[in-house]
């Protein structure tokens, strides 16, 4: 088994109004049950909007920390839900449903580096 990140991309500007979310995410509360029934549902959270990020990178023997997101652009990482299953064709599966219910949102999929049943190389 692998693990997958589906990450989902959303325009920046302010968030959809409760009454046009709402049905929303009832559909993703049903997928994501869905998922944990099937045993591959590992992990999924929103994210804060990019305002709120605080980025810290290491260089020239300092430690820089800075507000505000990495990238600047027109769309930012909104959420993303973690997966465990056999193959790529699984997690684009997942990723179409999940796709269905978020439109007119991108998921983008990504294969995680270690399979969970190898030891990290942070360890």
Known sequence: ??????????PDGPPPSEEFLEPIM???????AEMK?????????GLHPPETATVVKAGGGD???????FTEGKEH?????????EDLDAALGWA??????????????????LSPDEPSCHA
Request: hydrophobic letters at 50%.
């Open 96 to 113: 179409r449903r999940l796709a269905q219910v978020l439109s007119p949102l991108s998921i983008e999929v990504r294969p995680s580096v």
């Open 26 to 32: 009832r559909e993703l509360r049903s997928l994501n």
């Open 77 to 85: 990482l909104g959420g993303f839900t973690v997966i465990e299953v």
């Open 63 to 69: 430690v820089l920390v800075t507000d505000g997101p």
């Open 37 to 45: 029934t099937a045993g591959v549902w590992v992990f999924a959270a």
């Open 1 to 10: 088994m692998n693990q997958y990140l589906l990450s989902i991309y959303q």
